[in-house]
């Protein structure tokens, strides 16, 4: 037992060396100014933009708290900081703070090695000064008048932490900031409630920040989760509070009344609009779903157990209104899907059905029931079934082109006669049966990097034997256009209509969000910029998802808007024959939850289906539960514009989390039974310093559309 718990120590203080590199590397991509990180890293390490800013609102965080505690709080104050590791903050601060620090005494307190260590680098880089040898303590790694490095397990607080401080004359009385980031979480949930009740036993103007993961049973937390537990570092206490709420609650009993809260989306978001604009123009950024759902799955949370009305004060209002409010409305049904074995494979074979992707394109191939039909997958990145069948690599990459037989599960990659595609991600597919008298499918837009997106038309054709999946084959050809041709783009949506017009509507580049509408007339080969006749595209935005309603008639739903904030609207948009468009903003009841990077359906004439995408609470942090976390489908009646149920799925499937975003789906209703028939490819996406997680798919479920009022 006692091999295993130093195990997990070791684990736990090696997360300190990985996270001080990726701190480094924020810092000198220009996120974070920190003259100090790079003192204590052996070797500079580049981390993804992803991870940058991951650990730039971390440190965004940190910082605001600490600056807002040392301006706010006049005369003598103190800070200790749990589990301190090599961060920082007692340098910078000292250099921002430096006539403060008169009355400041900054204790750091972790493991003695770790803070053997850093004391070391410190001292060689000359960044300690003026030790006070004078106190006699094991523990006591380095003290001076302002600076106390402490070696002590925080596992036996208590007692003898308690006398060590003492003895270092730490004031139990004058206001005393306490920090954690990222430290109780490895704690059990009793060991860290422990901390927090000494914390408030002992000092009477106890101020606590602490930064740390929610959410561990959705899809998210579950790979979050596993992460951790992969390094040989769980995170042992978060089962035990799994929410804001449950944070709050355990602190309100443990003595701390002035409590509050937010997950780092809502902190981000009321940053200054100039400071987002400035952190999105750092480096080129395609990662939206890893950085919003990382931001909704930590949080800062700050109490106090003062009765000192300026300390009440200023904790209740250390953190801006949370975006999001209450929701007052009927809130819709809620059922859960059937999910199916449909296919009864053997292992064997099942392993065939291992189809792992995102951010591809998909197109029917053949238009009977859904059972017969066959999946044109073009593009994306992940690992297909393909490459494990013929033994190749299974390294990610960037992909071409794949054949799924929706009836087995089955994939196989699909060989070029001629020329090989070009692999792009967030492109737009459309089956057209009018080229040259057959049956095509027309690919516009996407990227190959976030610096190299593409306008360019290409027609798929494709060679596929009728009753088995033998090596199919494709051929494709560029083809040109007339007229003024939309900007290169990607993560928009290009619909067909009547009389073969495609509808391409918003997307991105890599430097903008776009608010427009063209129309590809493919008989003729011309583009048209499509002008509202009535109304107005209301916004910026990509990632959006569009399906059709009538032959002219096209509905919008969600996405992210030109600041990358999610939406939560429905457009309508109708089309005439002279490439003008009405648009209607449909007032949904009660109003969606915003969501992005998902799919849509209409089905039964008049059934809006929202499917997956990465979705935002319409509660206030404080009140998200996991069942908000959970996909779902949104039910919508666009005859009565109602929001009429919700389809939550589980966490996961075949023991595997479920993340469905950046996916492809096939909805199939059968009027019947009063039921839907949904199939998901692919989804997935970056998941912070997680890793890259992709759902094992094709996923099928069943539920009604029927229901009672």
């Known amino acids: 037992m006692m091999d295993s718990v130093s195990s997990n120590c070791l684990q736990v203080q090696g997360t300190n060396d990985s996270s001080i590199v990726s701190k480094l590397s924020m810092v000198n991509h220009g996120y974070h100014k920190d003259a100090y990180y790079k003192f204590f890293v052996k070797k500079a390490s580049r981390r993804s933009p992803l991870i940058n800013r991951g650990y730039y609102i971390r440190a965004k965080t940190a910082s605001y708290i600490i600056s807002q505690f040392f301006s706010g709080v006049r005369g003598k104050k103190q800070v200790i900081s749990l589990g301190a590791g090599f961060d920082t903050t007692y340098f910078w601060s000292r250099e921002k703070f430096y006539d403060d620090f008169r009355e400041v005494i900054f ?175 750092l480096e080129l950024f395609d990662e939206y779903e890893g950085w919003h759902q990382k931001c909704l799955h930590y949080f800062a949370l700050c109490s106090t157990n003062s009765t000192s009305a300026l300390l009440k004060d200023f904790c209740s209002k250390i953190f801006a209104n949370d975006l999001r409010k209450q929701n007052t409305c009927e809130k819709p049904l809620e059922i859960k899907p059937t999910l199916t074995d449909t296919w009864n494979n053997s292992a064997e074979e099942k392993e065939k059905q291992n189809l792992q992707l995102f951010g591809h394109s998909y197109a029917i191939v053949k238009d009977n029931t859904l059972l017969k039909q066959k999946a044109l997958i073009v593009g994306g990145f992940g690992i297909p079934a393909a490459t494990f069948n013929l033994g190749r690599n299974q390294s990610h990459q960037r992909l071409d082109v794949i054949i799924l037989d929706v009836k087995t599960g089955q994939s196989v990659e699909c060989l070029p006669l001629k020329s090989r595609l070009t692999p792009l991600l967030f492109s737009s597919l459309s089956r057209y049966s009018g080229y040259n008298g057959g049956e095509c499918y027309v690919m516009f837009g996407g990227r190959t990097s976030p610096k190299c997106p593409s306008n360019d038309v290409q027609v798929i054709t494709l060679s596929v ?7 199919p084959h494709y051929d494709c050809q560029l083809i040109s256009t007339t007229g003024e041709s939309p900007f290169p783009r990607w993560r928009h949506s290009a619909t067909l209509i009547s009389d073969g017009r495609l509808i391409v509507f918003g997307g991105r580049s890599k430097d903008t969000v776009f608010n427009d509408c063209w129309m590809l007339n493919l008989p003729k080969k011309s583009w048209e910029s499509v002008k509202p006749v009535s109304g107005k595209f209301v916004v910026s935005r990509h990632s959006h998802s569009t399906a059709q309603w009538k032959s002219n008639v096209l509905v919008t739903s969600g996405g992210l808007d030109g600041d990358h904030a999610p939406l939560h609207d429905v457009l309508m948009m109708e089309f005439d024959q002279n490439s003008g468009c009405n648009v209607e903003r449909l007032n949904i009841v009660p109003p969606l939850e915003a969501r992005y990077s998902h799919t849509s359906h209409i089905i039964d004439d008049d059934i809006l289906l929202l499917v997956g995408g990465v979705k935002f609470p319409k509660v206030a942090s ?88």
């Open 107 to 281: 204790v750091e307190i972790d493991y003695p090695e770790v803070m053997k260590r850093k004391v070391n680098l410190a001292k060689s880089n000359d960044l300690l000064k003026q030790e006070n040898t004078s106190l006699n303590s094991p523990h006591v790694i380095y003290s001076s008048q302002d600076y106390l490095a402490l070696g002590f397990d925080l596992r036996d607080v208590g007692v003898n932490l308690s006398k060590l401080l003492s003895s270092c004359d730490v004031d139990f009385d004058c206001p005393t900031l306490f920090v954690s980031e990222v430290v109780l979480t490895y704690l059990t949930g009793s060991q860290s409630s422990r901390i927090l009740s000494w914390v408030n036993h002992s000092f009477k103007n106890a101020f606590v920040f602490i930064y740390e993961q929610m959410l561990p049973d959705d899809g998210f937390g579950r790979v979050m989760c596993r992460h951790f537990e992969t390094l040989g570092s769980p995170l042992s206490s978060i089962n035990d509070f799994p929410t804001l709420c449950d944070h709050e609650a355990r602190h309100r009993r443990l003595g701390f009344q002035t409590c509050t809260s937010t997950d780092m989306h809502t902190f981000y978001m009321n940053l200054p609009p100039k400071e987002r604009e400035r952190i999105e123009q």
């Open 465 to 471: 034997e009728k009753d088995e999946m033998t090596q």
């Open 622 to 709: 404080q009140q998200i539960m996991t069942s908000h976390m959970l996909d779902n489908v949104a039910v919508v009646n666009l005859k009565t514009f109602t929001w009429v149920k919700t389809v939550v799925f589980p966490s996961t499937y075949c023991n595997r989390p479920i993340r469905i975003h950046c996916h492809v789906s096939e909805a199939h209703y059968c009027r019947d039974t009063g039921n839907c028939r949904l199939t998901i490819i692919g989804g997935g996406s970056n998941c912070f310093s997680f890793g890259t997680h992709f759902n094992r798919t094709p996923i099928v479920c069943e539920f009604p559309i029927l229901y009672e009022t």
